[in-house]
């Protein structure tokens, strides 16, 4: 791991005064993508109505196959959203809960999502339960007897992470979805981390619905992401925004993409660009994208040995769980400290302003307990990862 190819840092604009260990946060975007994006949006502004009425369909199928492609699924039954956390409130906006029914999440939900199911289960008078999945823990089944523990009869819905962020483990996720299934239990699956972090195959892990980002492990501009729906659902999922394709069918496509393809006027390129992102990364490293999932799965496990090691803990998940992210325990912090999104932790701010290390410390699952969460991506090397373990053993 220590002979690592400079050069792919130079790919992306990101300072290089700070040593960046947060990929997993918002991503980072290589320039060669942003060049496209940037001709593209030149293009749109020379003739907007040309772009966007006569053009913009067909590319928007073009990166439609590119991603459906890449990501294992039919294009039929993909759409695109600006976020997952877009796709999670298209699905649960889509659906209705009644009184007593119950919405099941995990402890380890990303809080966004975590706040549009409360949301739609308050309004309904439904009860959005939590599955306690522990951390530290020492198998992909302790994962599963948590959430299957947590269902009964009035379960309606599921919303599980297929890699949690805030403590990045990768949930075996098909199993976790055939297994609710089995009960009655359809799921909800947000995969913010997974195009890209992982070698997706969305037919085979069989969700009713499936959401993530491109902008974070496909490195795309922000605002493109993706909804994948089973076919016999498509129907009853509708966008947040309502707009012409409520009633614009087209004879060539179903009405869930005609809606999700334009929901008012908003810049598409981030989507467009996507085919570029998914070639020009595959292009960076001989092997293509399974060298770079190699890659990342052996420097996020190679960082959190040497942070365990540091601050003397033992490893808090299975090897085979870590894929490009990895987090470890830290000493309780202030139990009175705020946790919204922007309350960065003390710790997290000494490490930036001292030391130039960007690197996420967050309050999990409730102040004063937090973890440390580190990203592998191709522009990091090993040394900023030793860096920040000396630093941690030394405080």
Known sequence: MDNLDTHWADAWDLDPGVRFLNHGALGACPRAVLEAQSRLQAELEREPVQFMARRLPSYLDEARESLASFVGAAASDLVFVPNATTGVNAVLRSLTFEPGDE????????????????????????????????????????VLDAILAAVTPNTRLALIDHITSPTGLVLP??????????????????????????????????????????????????????????????????????????????????????????????????????????????????????????????QALAARELLCSALDVPEPSPPDMIAALASVPLPPGDPDAPAGVWDLDPMQQGLFETHAIEVPIMAWPAPPARVLRVSAQLYNTLQPYRDLAQILARD
């Open 103 to 142: 919405l099941l999440v995990t402890n380890h939900g990303y809080n966004a999502c975590s706040n549009a199911a409360r949301f739609v289960c308050e309004r309904a008078g439904a009860e959005a339960k939590v599955a306690e999945i522990p951390f530290p823990l020492q198998s992909e089944q302790q």
């Open 173 to 298: 996720i098909a199993r976790i979805v055939r297994e609710l299934r089995e009960r009655g239990v359809e799921t909800l699956v947000d995969g913010a981390h997974g195009p890209g972090m992982l070698e997706l195959n969305l037919d085979e892990i069989g969700a009713a619905y499936y959401t993530g980002n491109c902008h974070k492990w496909l490195c795309t501009p922000k605002g493109s992401g993706l909804l994948h729906v089973r076919r016999d659902l498509q129907d009853s999922v509708r966008p947040t925004v309502i707009s012409h394709g409520a009633n614009s069918p087209r004879a060539d496509r179903s009405r869930f993409q005609v809606e999700f393809d334009w929901v008012g006027t908003t810049d598409p390129s981030a989507l467009l660009v996507i085919p570029t992102a998914i070639e020009y990364l595959g292009g960076l490293i001989d092997g293509g994208w399974p060298a770079i999932w190699d890659r990342h799965k052996r």
